[in-house]
């Protein structure tokens, strides 16, 4: 069984950091393409950045770009997003995926609060 | 960025009937959709990929359409749990879009 469960949310204040960890099972995690996508409660959905098998190649939406860093380490079958430089348009849940096109499994999220 | 417009926003239908959601591309995309479902407090569900193609495990009465710039996810026979919210998604190029959704509810 896939299971992709989100760690690492929180409350954080205006131009803090914070590192949100996504630990992968049931399927070939050095496979797949792996993405992060978030959700204002209530609200959409924003495809915030994708990451290649190896790690080679990244992408990012341009309101990230920069401040926002995605990794992987194969060997523990983990995601990692790293965010820097945090603002309050930030606050969201934020979702692990799996797959870079159409993902085809989703964790549960994990909410991240900008706020002073 | 290719912006994703889904309609209606809230439609409403009895149980047993038919449903149609609508999607519209800003510019032209192929067949490069995927439609997802979204119930609180549940991990998104992959329905729908290729405009058209069922994901792994998915019922029969969820069928995908379209090309270009409309698609539509048709939903027959409707079940109580399929009550929720559905987003369009496109693959065409990056930044990946969705829709803004469409909440299907009880009638």
């Known amino acids: 069984e896939v299971q992709l469960v989100e760690s690492g949310g929180g409350l954080v204040q205006p131009g803090g950091s914070l590192r949100l960890s996504c630990a992968a099972s049931g399927f070939i995690f050095s496979s797949s393409w792996m993405s992060w996508v978030r959700q204002v409660p209530g609200k959409g959905l924003e495809w915030v950045a994708y990451i290649k098998q190896d790690g080679s190649e990244t992408h990012y939406v341009d309101s990230v770009e920069g401040r926002f860093t995605i990794s992987r380490d194969n060997a523990k079958n983990s995601l990692d997003l790293q965010m820097n430089s945090l603002r309050p348009e930030d606050t969201a849940v934020y979702y692990c995926?799996?797959?870079?096109?159409?993902?085809?499994?989703w964790g549960q999220g994990t909410l991240v609060t900008v706020s002073s | 960025e290719i912006v994703m417009t889904q309609s209606p926003a809230i439609l409403s239908v009895s149980p047993g009937e038919r449903a149609t959601l609508s999607c519209r591309a800003s510019q032209y995309i192929s067949n490069n959709v995927a439609w997802y479902q979204q119930k609180p407090g549940q991990a998104l569900r992959l329905l729908i990929y290729g405009a058209s193609t069922g994901a792994t495990g998915i019922p029969a009465r969820f069928s995908g359409s379209g090309s270009g710039t409309e698609f539509t996810l048709t939903i027959s026979g409707l079940q109580s749990e399929d009550f929720a919210v559905y987003y369009c998604?496109?693959?065409?190029?990056?930044?990946?879009?969705f829709g803004q959704g469409t909440k299907v509810e009880i009638k």
């Open positions: 995926a799996k797959g870079g096109w159409y993902p085809d499994f």
């Open positions: 998604q496109q693959y065409y190029n990056w930044p990946r879009t």
